[in-house]
């Protein structure tokens, strides 16, 4: 790759025409950062998006399939823009059709290689939330390099998103639970007080946590609900609470002040005719509750809990891709875990290394939050089957 800056692109973009691979949000930041660069676009590539694309800017498009570059006749006058944080894997695959040294740049740019690390994990999840003056301003920086510089020093410390499981008591039995819920023999609340004083230590040392979701099971089952909610609703720091149901349950003892508040929002995702969730949309309408229903979501299946056998490269890449290790560390009593499938696991017996950091023992539980969300890989990734390159994709909440 050659020094990956918008400076060089631009220099050699004097004389080459760009091939975009992937059309998705990190397209669109770049179309709005760079328009003139958008002029020098030939084609697009991309896996999941055929056809013509319209811009913001009026310009249309054209978005192939991958492989359309095996017809390009003369590689040296293309550069090459991967447009997506599964650069690695877009790489891999232009390296299989291509089999020939092309030029290749990464967006975003600017991002030296031991900080691409920061920016999957923290920037660019944090960016799905708040816009960069709000980011910047909440951590006392004017630029991304004092940021950064702040970041690595453990001056500031972050958490784009935390789940906090409530309960692994669920009315439903998925057959495809990530969180492996059917397999609890004894389903439990959570209890309370390791949560509480666990948020209490995390907003002590965490600058910006933008995003807060509660989770079960089902978490509407959950004795201790209204808790942790007005907990979440007083803390100035998380500015979203974000509440994923199955959508069966109407808990009519709950605090409907908290649950209209407008930090709050329901997250459902429409199961089709597997569950009957109109009484509950109903509901919630007529409550003034803020709601987002997930229409047409498939699920991708993670696989039973047994260990694979993969290598550490594959870990990396696993870790690299999972949206789930990006924004969906979670919090399970008083340990914080890469991932809620990481949490499930451990409760299940599956102990393994880097798993958690325990928020109690920590001694600079700052320089542990930002090492251990920072980290390379992950060793629960091989008790999953996200994160793989080729995913298995089924509908939602089919029944044991
Ligand atoms: S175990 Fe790894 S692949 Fe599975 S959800 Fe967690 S981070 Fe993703």
């Known amino acids: 790759m050659n020094c990956n800056t918008d400076a060089e692109l631009y220099s050699i973009l004097e004389t080459k025409g760009l091939i975009v691979f992937g059309v998705g949000n990190y397209f669109e930041q770049f179309c709005k950062q760079y328009p003139e660069l958008v002029d020098k676009i030939v084609f697009c590539i991309d896996n999941n998006y055929q056809g013509e694309l319209s811009l913001e800017s009026g310009k249309s498009i054209y978005v192939y399939n991958p492989q359309y570059i095996k017809n390009i006749f003369n590689i040296s006058e293309y550069v ?8 690695l894997d877009m790489k891999q695959q232009v390296d299989e059709y291509l089999n020939i040294e092309y030029e290749y740049f990464e967006y975003p740019f600017c991002v030296t290689h031991p900080d691409k690390k920061i920016y999957k994990r ?15 301003e909440s951590v006392n920086c004017n630029t991304w390099e004092e940021f950064l510089k702040k970041y690595k020093s453990n001056d500031i410390s972050i958490i784009p998103r935390l789940v906090i499981v409530l309960t692994t008591k669920c009315s439903l039995r998925c057959k495809d639970c990530n969180e492996l819920i059917g397999y609890y023999s004894h389903p439990k609340d959570l ?4 949560i509480i004083d666990s948020l209490e230590k ?11 979701e509660l989770i079960g099971g089902e978490p509407f089952l959950a004795s201790i609900f209204d808790d942790v909610l007005s907990f979440l609703l007083e803390q100035t720091k998380v500015t979203r609470i974000e509440i994923t149901t199955n959508g069966t349950i109407i808990n009519k003892n709950l605090s409907i002040d908290n649950l209209k508040n407008p930090k709050v929002v329901i997250r459902l995702s429409d199961y089709g005719n597997e569950v009957n969730q109109g ?10 509750v803020n709601m987002e229903v997930l229409k047409d979501m498939m699920w991708v299946v993670p696989g039973g809990p047994e260990k694979r056998d993969r290598d550490t490269i594959e870990l990396i890449k696993q870790y690299d891709r999972c949206q789930g290790g990006q924004i969906c560390k979670c919090l399970w009593e008083d340990k914080l875990f890469g991932c809620v499938r990481a949490a499930s696991l451990e409760n299940l017996g599956y102990t393994m290394t880097n798993q958690y950091i325990e928020i109690n023992d920590s001694t600079n539980l ?3 939050v930002n090492n251990f ?20 994709y089924i509908q939602p909440a ?3």
């Open 80 to 87: 090459f823009l991967f447009c997506s944080s599964y650069a």
């Open 122 to 136: 923290i920037i660019a999840p944090l960016l799905m939330w708040q816009d960069e003056q709000q980011i910047l």
């Open 191 to 194: 209890i309370k007080k390791k």
């Open 202 to 212: 995390l907003m002590k040392i965490i600058d910006i946590i933008p995003c807060c």
């Open 279 to 288: 009484k509950f949309i109903e509901f919630m309408k007529n409550n003034d």
């Open 366 to 368: 700052k320089m542990e």
């Open 373 to 392: 969300l920072t980290l390379p890989y992950y060793e629960a990734c091989n008790h999953c089957n996200l994160g793989l390159r080729d995913l298995e």
């Open 398 to 400: 089919i029944q044991l």
